[in-house]
T-cell receptor, first 114, second 113 residues
């Protein structure tokens, strides 16, 4: 399975954009990149996912490099409530045997400061 | 629209006991996955249920077992509890198709004394 590498921690100023990097150099052609975040004492929250095109939703944007070896999650206007651990996950190849398995790493602790 | 609900929220057991945790999936979802999250670590995949069968399993011993009911709800059972089983147990549901996101509950905090 492809693995991901993320910085351990990041600080971000409230109101500014937060750019969270993720390396996934061994990703396979049919594996998606998913982002989740986990606020203290809550379950992980789905943010966004993509295959190779850039994606945007009401929470964030996902930029995937052309070679798919890395990606960046962008929170356009960080708020204090965005303080959380952010996980970048590469989902195993899309076969019926791999539906379930999200492999979480340690993630990036993002602290948004006033 | 109710999300994923888990019960109980907290539980205290002693070594050697057995425990059952429960999960109701998000409305419209038919697939349930269970994860264990130790303090300070990311969630670790235990197993997944679809159509009332275990479809995939992570690296957990047979003491961990589960069940899915016809209404898609699920139970996680752990026998012969060890101190190391103390963790947050998370349930996630999804629609059983490829590349659909999983939606998580807030978990059951299990403490073993």
């Amino acid at each position: 399975d492809a693995k991901t590498t993320q910085p351990t921690s990041m600080d971000c100023a409230e109101g500014r954009a937060a750019n969270l990097p993720c390396n996934h150099s061994t990703i396979s052609g049919n594996e998606y990149v998913y982002w989740y975040r986990q606020i203290h004492s809550q379950g992980p929250q789905y943010i966004i996912h993509g295959l190779k095109n850039n994606e945007t939703n009401e929470m964030a944007s996902l930029i995937i490099t052309e070679d798919r070896k890395s990606s960046t999650l962008i929170l356009p206007h960080a708020t204090l409530r965005d303080t959380a651990v952010y996980y970048c996950i590469v989902r195993p190849a899309g076969t019926t045997d791999s539906w379930g398995k999200f492999q979480f790493g340690a993630g990036t602790q993002v602290v948004v400061t006033p | 629209d109710a999300g994923v609900t888990q019960s109980p929220t907290h539980l205290i057991k002693t070594r050697g006991q057995q425990v059952t945790l429960r999960c109701s999936p998000k409305s419209g979802h038919d697939t349930v996955s269970w994860y264990q999250q130790a303090l300070g670590q990311g969630p670790q995949f235990i197993f997944q249920y679809y159509e009332e069968e275990e479809r995939q399993r992570g690296n957990f011993p047979d003491r961990f077992s589960g069940h899915q009911f016809p209404n898609y709800s699920s139970e996680l059972n752990v026998n012969a509890l060890l101190l190391g089983d103390s963790a947050l147990y998370l349930c996630a549901s999804s629609l059983g198709r490829l590349n659909q996101p999983q939606h998580f509950g807030d978990g059951t905090r299990l403490s073993i004394l």
